[in-house]
């Protein structure tokens, strides 16, 4: 990586920017920074913090455009998805803005006359975050704004595709009022600065978006010096069609989920479960709809489905896609391609298959692409069966107008987030988060203030 990283746009392959990596000794001067400005920050009232919050997210808002198109040049989102995540981005820190004026204590009746028992939050502590490159903004103020709004001082790396986005966002935090050592930007590639955070005893806690594999060797690294984690992982969203869905609708909406941001999202569905009864039309339909989606330069206005990220990410996403029609799938639309491992771009258009079996590889990994594999299931029990069948628990979908289908899909699903007849169920508001290997604590929502808060009893005797 040398000591710059090139960012390039994945569109293209040419290179948007060159950013400088912090050296280990500048990366330690800002951990020890965010830590002094500790105590400053924490002890800023709660409503001056909100103000501050506030004031960021409105010049976030008077730069959308800007930050949109910085983040469509360096991940290659359509441009209105890059405008909307800029809003999804401010959403969160308007959220946090209210909470931060809503920590609240409480006080315990004790168990003798003599004394009184009183329970009180304070900040965690600096607190470090590991970004992701499929939502630049969002990720980062997803945490940042809790972070702060709680008291804590905050660093952040962000993912060495995208760094840019939160450079900007950082430097309009600064313009917002924020002190520069209470927000800060790092930047380097994940394992060397996740294992300077990960060793510093100066970070009281870790959060992390990104793969599993990485947030265990973080969680790993994170116990020698016993810090607080939250840890939004990898996903395998099963989507379920139960056959009285209304199919049209369904069709919509998995279209949405599926090929947002070229289907490289945690939550995006990844395994389409379709009642066998309804198959044939549901397949016919989506894949009419998937076969009109205009793939392209996120630039461009017309674009709807923009380039995976990296060349790795397309070699994955081809790699299933040849491993399920040599098992036996069908390719309804797509397997189609436009790359070049010289220049640098890789698009893939979006692929429906179908005849797809529970051995194929894209049914057993995640695969941050857009191909949409369908599976049929005769039995309830045998759709959640599928669904289930994996080590992850972050996001499940599922279409049907039966309140007993539902209520029985809700009750079975092993996942944090479930979509009923929806498929963006995310939002600044909403506890957003995994069970099993997706990960550890939620975003968002009141849930997503706590893990920035340590719990502190006094109890007054001799009254
Ligand atoms: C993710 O893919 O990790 C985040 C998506 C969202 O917040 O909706």
Redesign the pocket.
């Known amino acids: 990586m040398g000591n710059v990283i090139l960012v390039k746009n994945p569109a293209t392959g040419q290179v948007v920017k060159e950013v400088q990596i912090n050296t280990e000794e500048e990366i330690n001067q800002a951990i020890k920074a965010g830590h002094d400005s500790f105590k400053k920050w924490a002890k800023v009232n709660a409503h001056e913090r909100s103000r501050l919050l506030s004031k960021w997210s409105q010049i976030i808002k008077e730069h959308k455009e800007e930050i949109a198109e910085i983040m469509t040049l360096e991940n290659g989102k359509p441009l209105y998805e890059s405008l909307g995540e800029v809003d ?1 981005a401010a959403s969160y820190i308007d959220w946090y803005a209210e909470e931060a004026k809503r920590i609240y204590g409480r006080t315990v009746p004790a168990s003798t006359e003599t004394k009184r028992i009183v329970v009180s939050k304070q900040p965690i502590g600096l607190v470090a975050a590991i970004t ?1 490159w ?2 630049p903004a ?2 980062m103020t ?1 945490k940042a704004a809790p972070a702060l709004a709680a008291g804590c001082p905050f660093i952040v790396k962000p993912a060495v595709e995208t760094p840019l986005t939160t450079i900007r966002l950082v430097e309009l935090a600064h313009e917002a009022g924020i002190p520069e050592d209470v927000i800060q930007c790092v930047n380097g590639s994940g394992s060397v600065v996740g294992r300077i955070f990960t060793s510093s005893e100066y970070i009281r806690k870790i959060t992390f ?1 990104g793969s599993t594999p990485i947030g265990k060797q973080l969680i790993k690294e994170s116990a020698n010096t016993v810090k607080h984690v939250t840890m ?1 992982l990898g ?1 395998h969203a099963p989507l379920i069609v139960a056959e009285d869905a209304d199919l049209d609708f369904a069709v919509k909406q998995t279209i949405a989920t599926k090929f ?2 070229a289907g ?5 569905a990844n395994r389409i479960i379709v009642h066998e009864n309804i198959a044939e039309a549901f397949s016919q339909k989506f894949a009419d709809e998937v076969s009109k989606l205009k793939v392209g330069n996120g630039l461009d206005q017309e674009t709807q489905v923009g380039p995976i990220i990296n060349e790795k990410g397309y070699d994955k996403i081809v790699a299933q896609i040849q491993d399920a029609v040599e098992k036996g799938a069908e390719v309804l639309v797509g397997n189609q391609y436009n790359a070049d491992k010289e220049q640098g771009y890789f698009f893939v258009y979006p692929t429906v298959l179908t005849n797809v079996k529970q051995d194929m590889v894209i049914m057993q990994e995640e695969t941050f692409g857009p191909v949409a594999p369908i599976i049929t299931f005769k039995t309830l029990e045998e759709a959640v069966e599928i669904a289930n069948s994996t080590p992850f628990g ?2 499940a979908y599922f279409f049907t107008n039966n309140y007993k289908t539902g209520t029985y899909l809700h009750d079975h699903l092993d996942f944090g987030i479930i979509g009923w007849n929806d498929g ?4 600044a508001h909403i506890p ?1 988060g995994g069970m099993k290997e997706s990960g550890l604590g939620r975003e ?1 929502g009141i849930e997503g203030i706590e893990p920035y808060l340590e719990t502190k009893y006094l109890s007054v005797g001799n009254l």
């Open positions: 999804y992701p499929n939502f969002a990720m997803r978006t939004e996903g947002r941001n490289q999202t945690c939550v995006c972050l996001a963006a169920p995310s939002g957003f968002g």
